[in-house]
Nanobody, 123 residues
Framework: VQLQASGGGLVQAGGSLRLSCAAS????????VGWFRQAPGKEREFVAV????????YYADSVKGRFTISSNNAKSTVYLQMNSLKPEDTAIYYC?????????????????WGQGTLVTVSS
């Protein structure tokens, strides 16, 4: 499966953005799809994940209550709705997919990655 992430941009603190992750080749059927982010000088960190079959979701504590991950089967697309954005949310956001994992919040468990989309939150 090939992934295409989009929707990043510049937004003021408190604002919202919606990121999209489309399966440009193939589908997400039976995959688990996650969002990760990497800020300058920091390691890549887990943000949110959704299981395509069960629609079960899981979030990092830092985004819980502000971000929502969802899926659209017809469009083979996963979304990350980001509200109440903070300057510390500034990062390149990557979507990733995997069929098999031990820990769904571990980047190393994901085998397919999109190219990343930059989110900048100004204070």
């Amino acid at each position: 499966v090939q992934l295409q992430a989009s929707g990043g941009g510049l937004v003021q603190a408190g604002g919202s953005l919606r990121l999209s992750c489309a399966a440009s080749v193939g589908t997400f059927s039976t995959f688990t799809v996650g969002w990760f982010r990497q800020a300058p000088g920091k390691e890549r960190e887990f943000v949110a994940v959704i299981n395509w079959t069960t629609i079960r979701t899981y979030y990092a504590d830092s985004v819980k209550g502000r971000f929502t991950i969802s899926s659209n089967n017809a469009k083979s697309t996963v979304y990350l709705q980001m509200n109440s954005l903070k300057p510390e949310d500034t990062a390149i956001y990557y979507c990733a997919a995997t069929k098999y994992y031990t820990r769904e919040d571990y980047a190393n468990e994901y085998h397919y990655w999109g190219q990343g989309t930059l989110v900048t939150v100004s204070s």
